[in-house]
């Protein structure tokens, strides 16, 4: 059978501009030798894959430009990581950002260069004694179960083990990268081992895209959702309820805004709400499942000799609910839904604001239903997400199938079922989606709604998942047509993941200054003097009567000062009144954007009930 190299193949179809290939599925180098009648895709820079495989290659010139800065330096690992890569070292050098400089310069130099980049495949032996002053690298190659392991080589200047694949020259690689930060980093993730150097870098095809990057970050430093909550008196977070949140007025109620809508349109939509105990005996969680899967996360309480855990998921309790009494067909779909607070045992290091807690709330739901109807049920859901997520200002969003993993419950012929049938159900919702691999949920394969922000940044808050398993284990059933008893398919699903989560991807998303349905305060009365105090005691009377949520304002400070303060705080409306408003009878609306506009009393009550009104259901 006749074989062609990546380079020949380039060079026969004269193709411009190839960084890597796609041979039958897998993407390899240019260097790469396979069948000439395989299947073959060429990546360029317009290709998916073609910024990983680049930043790739820039990882390994920093560890270069590294290792001829600091020669005694050891090499760790440099994965490419969402948009960037960074590299693990050993050095006697404290790398500081002063350094940064230095090292891009060096990497520039090495570009310029221009050295090939050649693969080699070597036995393990022969790896060991490359790598012999390279600790970290000989641990590695040392734990591969294979014979054979492959190195990545610019010419005779440097070496990396590597799995590729890379640019063919670092001549190839972008001139458009900047080293962005330093952390430390345990060597495997192991608090007992090496603490290592962690140097983030980030790299782009052009300077208009790096520049883009580097405006966003800076965008999202300045909307960090827990900076807006302090301006604006929500919430806050300590030590001794650590991923717990604190809710201020303020934030409380933000919180039950959302959860108020997202209600109403459950009820809408056929749902039956209910709430299931916090603690539950490990019994039932061994049952179903979550024991074995998931101990390692659950909070644990000890009473009278029995062992209970606080829940960190709602369906066992949802399932419990379900077999309170005989169901027929006729009684499906049953809809029940929770807002149930969960507490997870997330690790210390990993908590991070409201967007990573241990204690949260999920606008969490159940559906059980007949296998014929997980279609429709899809369905209806996907409208359902579609309204909410548009209301919220989400006019678009991903879809991510993710199927069976590794570790999981049931046979792999419910496994293709579950699948085939939540693929279709999708597709005939007129919803696209990309495979998540081996990422479904122990129980059964989902789908996961992704959302993108204003800065370009993607949340994953949405879930569906389809469930044969946990009815047939915990033992609930409903009387079929053909009057047998069958287990009912639970969908697991949600529209916003955890209320806190969502909190803080709104603020970030709109600054803090969230749509006027949602803001906490929708309007602040403020007096110019003390002697318009009677006229807007009158209007923020009027405001509260007509369900406005607004704060009054009569401090004797100039208004030049409670304007600020207030915008500060996010209130995106306020009604600045003084003598000539008093007179006219009217008032004066300053938008948060700063643009003002003085309309009649009527005009501007009027104006501001249908600003502030909630969204039809």
Same mark, same amino acid.
């Given at each position: 059978?006749?074989?062609? +190299?990546?380079?020949?193949?380039?060079?026969?179809?004269?193709?411009?501009?190839?960084?890597?290939?796609?041979?039958?599925?897998?993407?390899?180098?240019?260097?790469?030798?396979?069948?000439?009648?395989?299947?073959?895709?060429?990546?360029?820079?317009?290709?998916?894959?073609?910024?990983?495989?680049?930043?790739?290659?820039?990882?390994?010139?920093?560890?270069?430009?590294?290792?001829?800065?600091?020669?005694?330096?050891?090499?760790?690992? !440099?994965?490419?990581?969402?948009?960037?890569?960074?590299?693990?070292?050993?050095?006697?050098?404290?790398?500081?950002?002063?350094?940064?400089?230095?090292?891009?310069?060096?990497?520039?130099?090495?570009?310029?260069?221009?050295?090939?980049?050649?693969?080699?495949?070597? $036995?393990?032996?022969?790896?060991?004694?490359?790598?012999?002053?390279?600790?970290?690298?000989?641990?590695?190659?040392?734990?591969?179960?294979? +014979?054979?392991?492959?190195?990545?080589?610019?010419?005779?200047?440097?070496?990396?083990?590597?799995?590729?694949?890379?640019? *063919?020259?670092?001549?190839?690689?972008?001139?458009?990268?900047?080293?962005?930060?330093?952390? !430390?980093?345990?060597?495997?993730?192991? $608090?007992?081992?090496?603490?290592?150097?962690?140097?983030?870098?980030?790299?782009?095809? $052009?300077?208009?895209?790096?520049?883009?990057?580097?405006?966003? &970050?800076?965008?999202?430093?300045?909307?960090?959702?827990?900076?807006?909550?302090?301006?604006?008196?929500?919430?806050?977070?300590?030590?001794?309820?650590?991923?717990?949140?604190?809710?201020? *007025?303020?934030?409380?109620?933000?919180?039950?805004?959302?959860?108020?809508?997202?209600?109403?349109?459950?009820?809408?939509?056929?749902?039956?709400?209910?709430?299931?105990?916090?603690?539950?005996? %490990?019994?039932?969680?061994?049952?179903?499942?979550?024991?074995?899967? =998931?101990?390692?996360?659950?909070?644990?309480?000890?009473?009278?000799?029995?062992? &209970?855990?606080?829940?960190?998921?709602?369906?066992?309790?949802?399932?419990?609910?379900?077999?309170?009494?005989?169901?027929?067909?006729?009684?499906?779909?049953?809809?029940?839904?929770?807002?149930?607070?969960?507490?997870?045992?997330?690790?210390?290091?990993?908590?991070?604001?409201?967007?990573?807690?241990? !204690?949260?709330?999920?606008?969490?739901?159940?559906?059980?239903?007949?296998?014929?109807?997980?279609?429709?049920?899809?369905?209806?859901?996907?409208?359902?997400?579609?309204?909410?997520?548009?209301?919220?200002?989400?006019?678009?969003?991903?879809?991510?199938?993710?199927?069976?993993?590794?570790?999981?419950?049931?046979?792999?012929?419910?496994?293709?079922?579950?699948?085939?049938?939540?693929?279709?159900?999708?597709?005939? $919702?007129?919803?696209?989606?990309?495979?998540?691999?081996?990422? !479904?949920?122990?129980?059964?394969?989902?789908?996961?709604?992704?959302?993108?922000?204003?800065?370009?940044?993607?949340?994953?808050?949405?879930?569906?998942?389809?469930?044969?398993?946990? *009815?047939? %284990?915990?033992?609930?059933?409903?009387?079929?047509?053909?009057?047998?008893?069958?287990?009912?398919?639970?969908?697991?699903?949600?529209?916003?993941?955890?209320?806190?989560?969502?909190?803080?991807?709104?603020?970030?998303?709109?600054?803090?200054?969230?749509?006027?349905?949602?803001?906490?305060?929708?309007?602040?009365?403020?007096?110019?003097?003390?002697?318009?105090?009677?006229?807007?005691?009158?209007?923020?009377?009027?405001?509260?009567?007509?369900?406005?949520?607004?704060?009054?304002?009569?401090?004797?400070?100039?208004? +030049? =000062?409670?304007?600020?303060?207030?915008?500060?705080?996010?209130?995106?409306?306020?009604?600045?009144?003084?003598?000539?408003?008093?007179?006219?009878?009217?008032?004066?609306?300053?938008?948060?954007?700063?643009?003002?506009?003085?309309?009649?009393?009527?005009?501007?009550?009027?104006?501001?009930?249908?600003?502030?009104?909630?969204?039809?259901?």
């Amino acid at each position: 059978m006749n074989k062609i +190299s990546g380079f020949e193949y380039i060079k026969k179809n004269d193709i411009k501009k190839a960084l890597a290939l796609v041979v039958d599925g897998t993407t390899v180098d240019l260097s790469t030798t396979f069948d000439e009648n395989a299947k073959v895709e060429v990546i360029t820079k317009d290709h998916s894959l073609a910024l990983e495989i680049m930043r790739h290659t820039t990882a390994h010139i920093m560890a270069q430009a590294l290792q001829e800065l600091y020669p005694q330096i050891k090499i760790a690992i !440099g994965p490419t990581i969402e948009n960037g890569f960074y590299y693990d070292v050993q050095c006697d050098h404290q790398i500081t950002p002063d350094d940064f400089a230095a090292i891009e310069k060096k990497m520039q130099d090495i570009i310029k260069a221009d050295y090939k980049i050649i693969r080699e495949v070597v $036995s393990k032996a022969n790896a060991l004694e490359i790598f012999f002053a390279e600790p970290f690298k000989r641990e590695l190659i040392s734990d591969l179960d294979v +014979s054979e392991v492959s190195i990545y080589r610019h010419e005779d200047k440097f070496a990396d083990l590597c799995r590729g694949p890379h640019l *063919p020259k670092t001549g190839m690689a972008s001139h458009h990268f900047k080293i962005m930060k330093l952390a !430390g980093a345990y060597w495997r993730g192991d $608090s007992k081992r090496e603490m290592l150097q962690r140097i983030y870098a980030t790299s782009w095809f $052009s300077k208009e895209d790096l520049d883009t990057h580097l405006y966003n &970050l800076a965008e999202a430093e300045k909307r960090d959702h827990r900076k807006i909550a302090r301006d604006m008196d929500l919430f806050h977070m300590q030590e001794e309820a650590a991923g717990s949140v604190f809710w201020h *007025p303020r934030g409380w109620t933000l919180y039950n805004t959302l959860r108020d809508y997202v209600r109403k349109c459950i009820q809408q939509d056929g749902y039956l709400e209910v709430c299931t105990p916090q603690m539950i005996d %490990r019994s039932l969680w061994e049952a179903s499942g979550h024991w074995e899967k =998931y101990r390692e996360h659950m909070f644990i309480a000890e009473s009278e000799g029995r062992v &209970l855990a606080i829940k960190p998921m709602n369906c066992p309790g949802a399932v419990q609910i379900f077999k309170q009494g005989m169901k027929s067909y006729r009684d499906l779909p049953l809809r029940l839904a929770e807002f149930g607070c969960c507490h997870r045992n997330e690790p210390s290091g990993s908590l991070y604001g409201v967007m990573r807690v241990r !204690g949260f709330t999920q606008d969490d739901a159940h559906i059980f239903c007949t296998p014929e109807q997980i279609n429709s049920e899809t369905k209806k859901f996907c409208q359902l997400l579609t309204k909410i997520y548009s209301d919220m200002g989400f006019n678009s969003f991903s879809v991510k199938f993710s199927d069976r993993p590794e570790v999981r419950t049931g046979s792999d012929e419910i496994w293709d079922i579950a699948e085939d049938l939540l693929k279709k159900a999708t597709v005939e $919702s007129g919803l696209e989606f990309v495979t998540n691999k081996g990422e !479904g949920a122990f129980y059964g394969p989902k789908l996961e709604f992704v959302l993108k922000d204003k800065l370009g940044r993607d949340w994953q808050c949405g879930t569906l998942q389809v469930d044969f398993q946990m *009815p047939e %284990r915990l033992g609930a059933v409903y009387v079929g047509e053909d009057g047998e008893k069958h287990h009912p398919i639970m969908l697991h699903r949600a529209v916003l993941g955890s209320l806190e989560r969502f909190i803080g991807i709104l603020l970030e998303n709109y600054a803090g200054k969230l749509p006027l349905w949602l803001s906490p305060v929708q309007m602040v009365v403020a007096t110019i003097t003390n002697d318009s105090n009677a006229y807007a005691q009158k209007f923020f009377n009027a405001l509260e009567q007509n369900n406005i949520r607004a704060k009054l304002d009569l401090r004797s400070e100039k208004v +030049s =000062y409670k304007i600020r303060e207030h915008s500060i705080a996010k209130v995106p409306l306020m009604a600045i009144l003084g003598a000539n408003e008093s007179a006219a009878n009217t008032i004066t609306i300053r938008k948060i954007d700063g643009i003002q506009e003085t309309l009649s009393w009527e005009k501007a009550l009027d104006l501001i009930k249908k600003s502030c009104s909630t969204p039809t259901i």
